[in-house]
């Protein structure tokens, strides 16, 4: 058995590890008070720094059994802590969305470390006892992992020495900054986004991504993921849809397992877990693709998930069927995280509609009861504050929809723990859980608020145990700078980015091009805007392709009349989220059609009345938007299509269509000669496929509409229930179609998951 080793050095703290023949190599902080105890000829830390081995630390035993003896030993203040998810971290705190300070003065004038912990961390670490913390943004690999290092040591310190589960959402798009997702991690390996995967139509591939991301994360000392997001985008107009694995329940659940199955095992471990493991937090229980109208439940507006087809049960298949039915030892995602939305008329015990995460029918009786989950239930951020003043805002205010009257704070957390769920994302105060423990008292007795909360105590450590983090929850920055962004990853990912890019249309054969074709690319404009975060949108002109890298391709002229072939790269249609201030303003309810075409679009074959609404003085109960006229942000993106043909006369025009969601191709497909969609991809991969060095292989996740009618007329809550476009070659934009150099795609996969629209 080897002595210990130390690891020191001006920007960390010191890490002494102690090594075990046939068990674990323990890390642990010179400072934190922690020692080695040394028991049958093994070795082991003592966290409790008694001198004693207590079960929690004995890494023999099962996660479950060293959970429940820690749980028993834990203050209601220290489980109260175990139960909060702190908001958004970033590293340093000046890439963040909310004020912190180091030493009491802004980042930028501190002189501080990137690497150091804020004043809020500490706070919440010491007295709110967070050990549940969501990072988005880091500086580097290197200042991510010496970050970790002091938030470890920190929490070591503390009673108990319970380490830190850090989290990201997906940090691996090749764009960090999309709407709903915060997390980005600087050289990291590149993949496509979730609906990019999902068009893949190989589960392998989502597999083989899991395995990589999770390596990358635990180097960045990651250890959850807010993932994957297994929702069915059964409404097209959805701003989450993107998130997703598209439309389809079968395809979801196949992919969400298989990318569940990736991040989970560490291979050869027992049970599948182990080092290499990183929790997945599947979401959003019991799915959240059917929103009225397509609005979003992160705001007041969109809070109401609706089911005019009947079709509530097609939403469970991917959890039921996929993440909780794995192919590999862990069995079934770790957590679960509920959306905010109400899903309206779906409680057939209580009649309640209140948010997901307040209806013990669906988390108690459904998700618990009939489905057996045991694992963590965490809802989503932010959701037992007040809401905001205003409808449209996501800050200042929380999500607490269908209870946002009649309770306290406190009251809402007590309601929440009452329905099932074990923690609170996006709190990290510890004043209302305390609170809901003692209306609980009240209510039922001490003893039985005491074992509520040991339950969740036991799912929440369970799943820090199974990681290994009381063993070496602790990180070497030279080895986390060389694991993040891997030069074989790297490869692994463009790979899969190639096999994601759907090949719409190719009238005569445009495509594939030769190199060396002189080719104009034309700039995009992008109007001023307010992003959901609420933040301004800067307007901008730009070629929305790399010259740099294009050049490396073609020979690039700057007109139209010099081209042999213009590429012509434009984005889905945006008509914003539904719901307009302005509207409100002029004595109109505020709700506005969502529309998937560019040019102006007037609902009129919404429904005369909504499903549902809020029947409160200060809300909309009627939310129908019958009759009302809206225009795409990015409306010129057509007339960039249309001016390009123009201008090019006979000469081919390729578009290249960058997909969020569905959009309607009627408007520019007769001018588009060859049509290649992608799903967050880097331009060499899009240049890859456009010249031939790979062939197109993916197939549309969704179905593309033929027309605003179409999607008024659907159900939000059933998939593949549109007329499909048709276009000029004759082919049908149908969930799994997409074409290869020799034609139509028709292989084991569209066999497996193709369907035919109604003609």
């Not at 997901?356 to 809802?379: A, F, P, Q, W």
């Not at 001018?671 to 899009?686: E, N, P, R, T, Y």
């Not at 593949?720 to 049908?732: K, T, Y």
Request: charged share 25%.
């Amino acid at each position: 058995m080897s002595e210990h080793t130390e690891m020191k050095s001006k920007t960390t703290p010191s890490v002494r590890y102690a090594a075990n023949e046939n068990g674990p190599t323990l890390g642990y902080s010179a400072e934190s008070g922690v020692t080695i105890l040394e028991v049958d000829g093994l070795r082991f830390k003592d966290m409790s720094k008694d001198g004693r081995l207590h079960p929690y630390e004995d890494w023999r035993l099962p996660p479950k059994e060293r959970a429940k003896d820690l749980a028993s030993r834990m203050s209601v203040e220290q489980i109260a802590g175990l139960m909060l998810y702190s908001p958004h971290q970033a590293v340093p705190a000046t890439f963040g969305f909310f004020p912190a300070t180091y030493g009491g003065k802004p980042y930028e004038e501190s002189g501080a470390d990137a690497s150091d912990l804020t004043d809020q961390q500490k706070a919440f670490l010491e007295a709110d006892h967070v050990r549940h913390v969501l990072v988005t943004a880091v500086e580097s690999p290197a200042a991510a992992a010496v970050w970790n290092n002091r938030l470890q040591a920190a929490a070591e310190a503390a009673p108990l020495g319970i380490p830190v589960n850090i989290s990201t959402d997906p940090r691996h798009g090749t764009d960090s900054s999309a709407e709903y997702n915060a997390g980005s991690g600087g050289a990291i390996s590149m993949w496509p986004e979730a609906l990019g995967l999902a068009a893949t139509f190989d589960p392998a591939v989502a597999e083989r991504f899991g395995e990589v991301a999770a390596k990358e994360y635990r180097a960045l000392g990651i250890a959850t993921a807010l993932s994957p997001q297994v929702d069915i985008a059964t409404d097209p107009r959805w701003s989450r849809f993107n998130g997703t694995f598209g439309e389809d329940p079968r395809l979801s659940a196949d992919m969400g397992r298989a990318y569940i199955d990736g991040f989970q095992t560490t291979e050869g471990a027992e049970g599948g877990w182990g080092a290499d493991s990183v929790n997945a937090m599947v979401k959003h229980w019991p799915g959240g693709g059917s929103g009225e109208g397509g609005r979003d439940a992160h705001f007041g507006y969109g809070k109401y998930a609706v089911y005019p087809g009947n079709n509530f049960e097609d939403h469970l298949i991917p959890f039921t069927e996929g993440a909780f039915d794995l192919r590999k030892g862990t069995g079934e995602a770790s957590a679960v995280m509920p959306y905010y939305t109400i899903s309206y008329g779906q409680d057939k015990k209580n009649g309640e509609n209140v948010g997901n995460s307040y209806s013990e029918y669906l988390i108690s009786d459904l998700l618990r009861g009939k489905y057996g989950y045991d694992g963590v239930v965490c809802t989503d951020w932010g959701i037992t504050e007040d809401e905001p003043s205003r409808i449209e805002r996501l800050f200042p205010g929380g999500r607490s929809w269908g209870v946002e009257s009649g309770y306290t704070v406190a009251e809402r957390h007590y309601k929440i723990l009452m329905a099932g769920v074990d923690q609170f994302g996006g709190n990290s105060e510890i004043g209302p859980i305390l609170e809901a423990y003692r209306i609980g008292c009240e209510k039922q007795g001490e003893t039985a608020m005491r074992e509520r909360f040991e339950r969740s105590a036991v799912r929440l450590l369970t799943n820090l145990f199974r990681v290994g983090l009381f063993e070496n929850p602790y990180l070497a920055p030279e080895e986390s700078a060389r694991i993040v962004g891997h030069p074989d990853f790297v490869k692994e990912g463009y790979e899969a980015q190639l096999k994601s890019v759907v090949l719409l249309k190719n009238r005569g054969q445009t495509l594939p091009l030769k190199k060396g074709t002189k080719v104009y690319i034309p700039q995009r404009h992008t109007p001023a805007g307010i992003s959901w975060f609420g933040f301004p949108i800067a307007e901008k002109t730009e070629h929305p392709i790399s010259l740099k890298t294009a050049a490396r391709y073609f020979e690039l002229v700057e007109t139209p009349e010099e081209a042999d072939v213009a590429i012509v790269a434009i984005r889905g249609a945006d008509s914003g989220s539904g719901y307009s201030p302005e509207d409100a303003a002029a004595g109109g309810s505020g709700y506005v059609p969502i529309s998937l075409q560019y040019g102006p679009y007037t609902a009129e074959h919404a429904r005369e009345s909504s499903l549902a609404g809020d029947a409160r003085d200060k809300d909309v109960l009627n939310r129908s938007y019958r009759g009302k006229t809206v225009r795409a942000h990015n409306h010129e993106d057509l007339a960039l299509v249309l001016d390009t043909k123009a201008a090019m006369g006979d000469k081919p025009v390729i578009v290249s269509l960058n997909l969020t969601k569905p959009t309607v191709c009627r408007e520019f497909e007769p001018a588009a000669d060859a049509i290649v969609v992608s799903f967050g991809v880097q331009d060499q991969a899009l240049l890859d496929i456009l010249t031939g060095e790979a062939e197109p292989s993916a197939l549309l996740p969704m179905q593309l509409p033929a027309n605003m009618r179409t999607v008024e007329e659907q159900a939000e809550d059933v998939p593949h229930d549109m007329e499909v476009h048709v276009d000029a070659e004759g082919n049908r934009y149908d969930f799994a179609f997409g074409l290869n150099w020799s034609g139509v795609i028709a292989d084991a996969r569209t066999k497996a998951y193709g369907r035919r629209s109604p003609e």
